[in-house]
């Protein structure tokens, strides 16, 4: 079918001139680092766009959700989900904390809130739920029981700039909420993360924590390390900002497209989605592992190469946690496929994909 390979993602990229464009600045001033000018121009026109007051611009996703874990200045257990990528279960156990996991509600492929309480305990420290693959959290259900047991929330938001909740931005949500600027994001600085909170204490530790625990490079306040945006990877971010609102809609067209083609076929599953998505993956869940391998090797013949995010599911990583069974997400991460979805695509691959997958499984 295509000549080029179609990989399941390629990052949305503004044009080179407009990146080198703002690049100059930091071969005129030779400031690469430190809270620059750029990283902090990043962050006001990253709230500006999404419409949040503050955001702490950091070196990837999984530092950001270490530095809001570190924020919270507590150790102990984290309720969080199995559906999800190795990061969010990493960045727990590197804070001294243990993930505890709650089973996924199978047609959102996010934590299921009516599980949650079970698993608090009088060491449970943080929830942290996941918008997996960008499609937004029952977050009413899951505030009610963190307010009623005054437990924090942290939100994995890695898959879910772009997205809104009740009309407003998903990052303004839990006490904390962690996103990813890594190069198959929505937005990219390359390799890049924030943080985003409305409280002003918890910002300040954050910025402190980012900069190895510093106060205006005097006391150390915090038990931090290094956790700093490059200039760099804030002027490229600051380019692609501009063509985020293009890739959000190319990404729901085409999603629209992928989804009234499969929706032909009964046995074809999609994720439920709740709130006004980014649709930043096209994530398909096959009657059976079976016909999602019969599905990609069809695609793989045909030079398309689509994911299967998020295989196996993380609580069965008996390396570095013990195994407890979670039937829902085991049974999802052993059938669900994510098509490819990019800006990169055309209309037409979107329908030849769709066509390849519909005959591989009738
Ligand atoms: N929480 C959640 C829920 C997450 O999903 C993630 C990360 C995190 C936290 C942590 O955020 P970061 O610390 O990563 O900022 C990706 C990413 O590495 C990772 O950011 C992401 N989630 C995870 C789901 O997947 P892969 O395994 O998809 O990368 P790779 O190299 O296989 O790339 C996939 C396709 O993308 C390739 O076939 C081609 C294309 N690609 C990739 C890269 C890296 C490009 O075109 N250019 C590129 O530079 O990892």
Request: include cysteine; hydrophobic fraction near 40%; proline fraction near 5%.
């Amino acid at each position: 079918m295509a000549n080029k390979p179609i990989y399941v993602t390629m990052p949305t990229l503004a044009p080179l001139e407009e990146v080198n464009e703002i690049m100059k600045g930091i071969w005129e001033s030779g400031i690469m680092t430190h809270n620059g000018p750029l990283v902090q121009r990043f962050e006001k026109e990253v709230c500006e766009h999404l419409g949040v007051p503050k955001m702490v611009a950091c070196s990837n996703g999984t530092i950001a959700l270490q530095m809001a874990i570190k924020a919270l200045g507590k150790t102990g257990e984290i309720i969080t989900t199995p559906f999800t990528f190795i990061a969010t279960i990493s960045s727990i156990m590197w804070e001294h904390c243990t993930p505890v996991f709650v089973d996924i509600d199978p047609e959102t492929l996010n934590i299921d809130p009516k599980k949650i309480e079970e698993r608090i305990t009088c060491h449970t420290v943080a929830i942290m739920p996941v918008h997996v693959f960008g499609n937004a959290c029952q977050i009413d259900e899951i505030d009610a029981v963190a307010k009623a047991h005054n437990i924090p929330v942290i939100y994995d938001a890695a898959h879910a700039v772009g997205v809104k909740y009740k009309g407003k931005c998903i990052m303004e949500y839990g006490d904390l909420s962690c996103t990813s600027f890594h190069a198959t994001k929505m937005l990219n600085t390359a390799e890049g993360g924030g943080v985003f909170t409305l409280n002003e204490e918890l910002d300040e530790r954050l910025r402190r924590i980012r900069f190895f625990g510093f106060e205006n490079h005097a006391d150390i306040l915090e038990d931090g390390f290094n956790g700093k945006m490059t200039e760099v990877h804030a002027a490229l971010g600051l380019a692609n900002l501009r063509y985020l609102d293009k890739a959000l809609a190319d990404r729901k067209e085409k999603y629209a497209l992928y989804k009234e083609m499969l929706s032909e076929n009964p046995e074809i599953g999609f994720q439920k989605i709740t709130s006004d998505c980014n649709y930043s993956y096209f994530p398909v869940v096959f009657k059976d592992e079976e016909t999602m391998q019969k599905v990609t090797a069809a695609l793989n013949a045909e030079n398309v190469y689509p994911r299967r995010y998020f295989y196996p599911s993380v609580n069965t990583f008996t390396k570095i946690v013990p195994y407890i069974p979670m039937p829902m997400s085991e049974d999802i991460a052993s059938r669900v496929l994510c098509l490819p979805l990019h800006v990169r695509m055309t209309m037409q691959n979107v329908e030849e994909i769709a066509e390849i997958t519909l005959k591989a499984i009738k």
